[in-house]
């Protein structure tokens, strides 16, 4: 997938668990585990603003785009 998910990265420098964002944004750990995992199909733009106010973050910072996927280098 060319979309990488930072999300762990931005947790860590906050020193914050993913149960205490969840709580926060108002979204279940389980979603929360999904997104960071990379394996959820889109995200609404009012949970990614309410993820940056917490992490004091860009989007950006959460989302990554590489123009390479992972089976390009198995060649």
Not at 5 to 32: C, H, P, T, Y
């Amino acid at each position: 997938m060319p979309i990488i998910v930072r999300l762990d990265v931005q947790l860590s420098l906050k020193k914050m668990k993913s149960k205490e964002l969840a709580r926060r944004i108002g979204i279940s750990e389980q979603n929360l585990s999904l997104l960071k995992s990379g394996k959820v199909k889109g995200v609404r733009f009012e949970t990614l603003e309410k993820i940056c106010a917490e992490l004091d973050c860009q989007p950006g910072d959460i989302l990554e785009y590489s123009s390479s996927s992972p089976t390009d280098n198995e060649d």
